[in-house]
C-alpha cells in the first residue's frame, strides 16, 4: 500500500470566529479530543478496585496524586497546546492524510501561531462576517501572519472562511474580501467561501478547494 502523505493544516482566525465550530463540522463524530484521558481513568478506577485495605491509604495518596497530576497536564495542555485533530475522513482524498491545528484567537495566545507555521502546509482562516468593529483587527494578523518570514516565501494555499453568513449584518465574502484586500495576495494561491459553520453550509466547498491546492 501507498504511504499517504502526512499535511499539517492551521486553522487560524480571530476568537469566537468559528474555527472550533468549523471543525467539529468537519470532523467524523467518532473522533474524541480526550479520547487518551478516558483511558487514564479507567487505569484508576482499576487499582481501585484491586486494592487491599492495608493498602488502601497508599492507593489513595496515588490516586489522589496521579488526579492532582492529571488535572495539572489537562490544564496545561487546555491553555497551552492547540486543539489538534485528525481529520482525514474529512478529505476524500486517498493520497493524503490531514491533521487540522485549532489555535487559540484570543489575542494573548496568538503568539502561539507562529511555532506552527514551518510545520504547515496550508492555512485555513476564519473570518466572522458579521463582526465589522474587528475587521481591521483582522486584517492586521493576516497581515503579521503573511509577512512572517516562515509564511512569505513559500505558496502555501490559503483558504478563508467568511463566516457566520447567517447573520442578518453579515458582509459577502466579496466584501470581506475587499476589507482584507485579499486581491494583494499574489505569491500564494487562495480562495474565499462564505460560510455558515452552524448548519455546515459552504464548508465542503472550501476543502475541496484547499485539497486540489495541496500540493
Ligand atoms: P476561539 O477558540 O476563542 O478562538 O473561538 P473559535 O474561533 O474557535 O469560535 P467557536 O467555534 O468557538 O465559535 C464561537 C461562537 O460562534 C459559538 O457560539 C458558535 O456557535 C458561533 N458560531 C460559529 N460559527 C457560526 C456561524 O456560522 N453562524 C453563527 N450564527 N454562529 C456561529
Known sequence: LKEKKEVNVLCLGLDNSGK???INQLKPSNLSLYGPLSDDWKHV???KVSTAY???FYYLFLIHLSYCLTVCVLFVYVYYRPRHNTLSQLFKSSSLSFTVFDMSGQSR???LWEHYYKESHAIIFVIDSGDKLRMVVAKEELDTLLNH???CSR?????FFANKSDLREALSSVKVSQLLCLENIKDKPWHICASNAVKG?????GVDWLQDHIR
Open 109 to 111: 495566545y496568538r503568539n
Open 45 to 47: 478506577s482499576q487499582v
Open 155 to 159: 505558496r502555501m494555499p490559503v483558504l
Open 201 to 205: 453550509e459552504g464548508l465542503q466547498e
Open 54 to 56: 492495608f493498602t488502601l
Open 20 to 22: 472550533t465550530t468549523i
Open 149 to 151: 518570514q516562515d509564511i
